[in-house]
């Protein structure tokens, strides 16, 4: 799989001042959420760190760039991966089952004959 991102340097470089590691440029499925964005943790998600990191961080990157993917390197408390249907996503490793959604340009389009309306 290839995605295509920026990483926190070249989002700094264009100015953005508070960013997730990553952002991709075509956003990708984990689960059945859509992701934008993912943010790496080398921590283990503890209910007083999550909680700090949604309110200074997490919900500021999706109201910026939309849903998200956080990956804390040592595990989580399960609990806490309770923001999904709002749009942060919480998991303990890079994800294996990524779906990659296509520009709109790319999408297959019908033939003509299937566009016309019927004589």
């Known amino acids: 799989i290839t995605l295509s991102l920026a990483d926190e340097n070249q989002l700094r470089a264009m100015g953005y001042d508070k960013t997730p590691d990553i952002i991709l440029e075509v956003p990708v499925a984990v689960e059945g959420h859509i992701v934008h964005w993912i943010e790496s ?7 007083h760190s999550h ?3 949604l309110n200074e961080q997490f919900w500021s990157y999706w109201n910026r760039f939309g849903p998200g993917l956080v990956i804390y390197w040592y595990g989580f408390i399960g609990e806490l991966d309770s923001q999904r249907d709002r749009g942060i996503l919480l998991k303990d490793c890079f994800p294996t089952d990524i779906v990659t959604l296509c520009h709109a340009t790319q999408q297959h389009r019908l033939p003509e004959s299937h566009n016309k309306d019927k004589e």
């Open 41 to 47: 943790k080398a921590s283990f998600g503890d209910d």
């Open 51 to 53: 909680h700090t990191y």
